[in-house]
């Protein structure tokens, strides 16, 4: 699996390691994020600082987190990305109109207090 949670800062964070693709690992990730809504915990992190690839069914699979968390009045941030993906999020122009993203795991949740 290529993420891990724990939590941080009151927030749940979703930590991704290495290639996150959502056609695979992205109905294991919904199922987590249920598991963490179902249990009132709806402030959640991502942290990108590992993640060396993601294609467009990751990046749906985190606007599908987004909308999940949002209607259950919660919120997702990103943390940490690297540059490639980073460049991803911008052409698709995510960054900024839909997604944050923070330098840390720290910063990401404090901006949801």
Known sequence: ???????????????ITGKFLGSIEGPAFKEKLEEMKAEGKTKVVVDLSKADFMDSSGIGTLIGALATMK?????????????????LFLLTRLLG???ED???????AQAMR
């Open 97 to 99: 109109s839909v997604f």
């Open 1 to 15: 699996m290529p993420f891990s949670t724990n939590e941080q800062y009151q927030a749940v964070v979703f930590q």
């Open 102 to 108: 923070f330098d840390s795991v720290e910063e990401a």
């Open 71 to 87: 209607k259950a009045g919660g919120d997702v941030k990103l943390a940490s990305m690297k540059d490639r993906i980073k460049n």
